[in-house]
């Protein structure tokens, strides 16, 4: 157990609809971290917080946005969802959000866009 | 262009047969190699982090050592309970937050 904990586990809808997926970081944690894998694709790098700003940003489309609150945990939101947005959300955290930090990844958040 | 690749793409062993999985990375100013064990529909494990060329880290029978270009996780006498995929990552050096570029992954399998 990495102490990342996501939620939920697994979420199923419909073509069009929104969904939020939830992340806590681990205690003390302050970097919050999304990553999407899908099977064609690998784990792909979406965006990083650092104590509630956003620090890095990588190939997240723009139907896609999220944020860290001030308690730390950070939520991904994907609108107007397709059908190849199917796939694992994972999230991960680091201490202080470097590059060369080790991030720590949750269960992760399987999502079937239908 | 920052790319990591791996490799086998999959590795059929037998419990007891050592071996070895590649990876190897073109990224200029290499500040760090993350290997990860991953199961099917989990998140990754973190094992180990090598920094420099020379550094090798071991934990029960996985061994990770890293060259200028290029690091291997050696698996000594594997049990089935090693099987699973194996990524590794390199920070991407665009910038100097922790963006990780993964590798594809060298799923491995050991049968009894």
């Known amino acids: 157990d990495s102490g990342v904990t996501q939620t939920p586990k697994h979420l199923i809808t419909a073509t069009g609809q929104r969904v939020t997926l939830r992340c806590s970081p681990r205690s003390g944690d302050l970097s919050v971290y999304w990553y999407q894998q899908s099977l064609d694709q690998g784990l792909q790098f979406l965006i990083q917080y650092y104590n509630g700003e956003e620090r890095a940003k990588g190939n997240i489309l723009e139907r896609f946005s999220a944020q860290q609150f001030p308690d730390l945990h950070s939520e991904l939101n994907l609108s107007s969802l397709e059908l190849g947005d199917s796939a694992l959300y994972f999230c991960?955290?680091?201490?202080?959000?470097?590059?060369?930090?080790?991030?720590?990844f949750g269960p992760g958040t399987r999502l079937t866009v239908l | 262009e920052d790319q990591v690749t791996q490799s086998p793409e999959a590795l059929r062993l037998q419990e007891g047969e050592s071996s070895s999985l590649n990876c190897s990375y073109t990224?200029?100013?290499?500040?760090?190699l993350f290997w990860y064990r991953q199961d099917p529909g989990k998140g990754p494990e973190f094992l180990f982090t090598?920094?420099?060329a020379g550094e090798e880290k071991e934990k029960e029978r996985l061994k990770a050592t890293l060259t200028k270009k290029e690091s291997f996780l050696h698996i000594t006498a594997p049990k089935p309970e090693d099987s699973a995929t194996y990524l590794c990552?390199?920070?991407?050096?665009?910038?100097?937050?922790?963006?990780?570029?993964f590798g594809a992954g060298t799923q491995v399998v050991v049968t009894p």
């Open positions: 990224v200029s100013g290499l500040r760090g």
């Open positions: 090598l920094y420099s």
């Open positions: 990552a390199v920070p991407m050096t665009t910038d100097s937050w922790g963006k990780f570029q």
């Open positions: 991960a955290s680091s201490s202080d959000g470097g590059v060369s930090d080790t991030q720590y």
